[in-house]
């Protein structure tokens, strides 16, 4: 109850979220422990030296304790397994080859303000109780979660996350820019998932990624910047933008949207906590208010 009343916010400028850890746990033998790490580093000539991702890798408790507590930023992505609370009544984390109940962990980690959890079930649509492990890191001080409420695909949720290093890399600074206001984690994360919505539909009902200029391309550009100009006929437009590159009535690319939306990887993510209550701002807009208030001041003495 005391998390859903929260009233403080918090300011991060820019550079105090191009700091990032990503904590793996998985074991030397799992087939996923490099996905992630690859996937980043793929697209990692779009963030290097914009953004610091450090990799460490904890494969037991005490590992992951002090992965936490050397860790001073404001980011957490897990990489590793979750264990659904769907039967039992505390959901937990994999630990290398052990299932961690992370509300034990009260008072023993510095957990940062934002969580991103790159884990299946971690915040059950079929849980028992409350006590999932998006739940758990809330209780441990986390503002903000970015939980799992179904199983997830290694390779969507890889490439998700890479997409969100890029995005501190460059969207941060460049909406600050454009839209002369701070943000809040809730529109940077929402349009994370539309855009990985938008181009699950692509790939769905144009095609794969194709390169620049090609129809795939410009479609999936249209829909970025109606979704980043926070244009709310968004989904409107990629429906109708599909039905003419397909020549088909937008009802019919409507229903099959539908069907395709169920399946979709995105649609498995959800924010707990307060992302709204964690804003951004480059200090710009500070520096406005005091001119606006210097201003006033002159005014009134002169009129005085």
Same mark, same amino acid.
């Given at each position: 109850?005391?998390?859903?009343?929260?009233?403080?916010?918090?300011?991060?400028?820019?550079?105090?979220?191009?700091?990032?850890?990503?904590?793996?746990?998985?074991?030397?033998?799992?087939?996923?422990?490099?996905?992630?790490?690859?996937?980043?580093?793929?697209?990692?000539?779009?963030?290097?030296?914009?953004?610091?991702?450090?990799?460490?890798?904890?494969?037991?408790?005490?590992?992951?304790?002090?992965?936490?507590?050397?860790?001073?930023?404001?980011?957490?992505?897990?990489?590793?397994?979750?264990?659904?609370?769907?039967?039992?009544?505390?959901?937990?984390?994999?630990?290398?080859?052990?299932?961690?109940?992370?509300?034990?962990?009260?008072?023993?980690?510095?957990?940062?303000?934002?969580?991103?959890?790159?884990?299946?079930?971690?915040?059950?649509?079929?849980?028992?109780?409350?006590?999932?492990?998006?739940?758990?890191?809330?209780?441990?001080?986390?503002?903000?979660?970015?939980?799992?409420?179904?199983?997830?695909?290694?390779?969507?949720?890889?490439?998700?996350?890479?997409?969100?290093?890029? *995005?501190?890399? &460059?969207?941060?600074?460049?909406? !600050?820019?454009?839209?002369? $206001?701070?943000? =809040?984690?809730?529109?940077? %994360?929402?349009?994370?998932?539309?855009?990985?919505?938008?181009?699950?539909?692509?790939?769905?009902?144009?095609?794969?990624?194709?390169?620049?200029?090609?129809?795939?391309?410009?479609?999936?550009?249209?829909?970025?910047?109606?979704?980043?100009? *926070?244009?709310? &006929?968004?989904?409107?437009?990629? !429906?109708?933008?599909?039905? $003419?590159?397909? =020549?088909?009535?937008?009802? %019919?690319?409507?229903?099959?949207?539908?069907?395709?939306?169920?399946?979709?990887?995105?649609?498995?993510?959800?924010?707990?906590?307060?992302?709204?209550?964690?804003?951004?701002?480059?200090?710009?807009?500070?520096?406005?208010?005091?001119?606006?208030?210097?201003?006033?001041?002159?005014?009134?003495?002169?009129?005085?």
């Amino acid at each position: 109850m005391a998390l859903l009343t929260e009233p403080v916010t918090i300011t991060f400028e820019p550079r105090d979220l191009q700091k990032v850890l990503v904590l793996s746990s998985f074991t030397d033998d799992d087939p996923l422990k490099d996905i992630l790490t690859r996937a980043i580093n793929t697209l990692r000539e779009r963030w290097d030296g914009k953004v610091e991702v450090i990799f460490k890798k904890a494969t037991t408790l005490d590992h992951f304790v002090e992965a936490l507590n050397s860790y001073d930023g404001q980011i957490l992505i897990f990489d590793g397994h979750g264990a659904d609370n769907a039967s039992e009544p505390i959901g937990k984390l994999v630990i290398g080859d052990e299932a961690i109940d992370v509300w034990k962990l009260q008072g023993k980690v510095r957990v940062p303000p934002i969580v991103i959890l790159s884990a299946c079930d971690t915040h059950g649509l079929d849980a028992s109780s409350h006590a999932t492990v998006g739940n758990g890191f809330l209780f441990l001080g986390a503002r903000t979660v970015l939980a799992t409420l179904l199983p997830v695909n290694a390779f969507h949720s890889a490439l998700f996350v890479a997409r969100l290093v890029y *995005r501190l890399a &460059d969207f941060i600074p460049a909406a !600050l820019s454009a839209r002369k $206001r701070v943000l =809040n984690w809730t529109e940077i %994360i929402s349009g994370m998932l539309r855009m990985a919505f938008a181009s699950e539909l692509l790939d769905e009902l144009i095609g794969p990624p194709a390169p620049e200029g090609s129809p795939r391309s410009n479609l999936q550009l249209a829909s970025n910047v109606d979704i980043n100009l *926070r244009q709310e &006929d968004w989904y409107g437009n990629l !429906l109708a933008n599909i039905a $003419r590159e397909r =020549n088909q009535g937008v009802d %019919i690319i409507e229903s099959r949207a539908s069907a395709i939306t169920a399946r979709c990887e995105s649609i498995r993510y959800i924010q707990l906590g307060n992302p709204e209550t964690i804003l951004v701002d480059d200090g710009s807009i500070l520096k406005q208010v005091q001119q606006a208030a210097r201003n006033f001041h002159d005014d009134g003495a002169e009129h005085a």
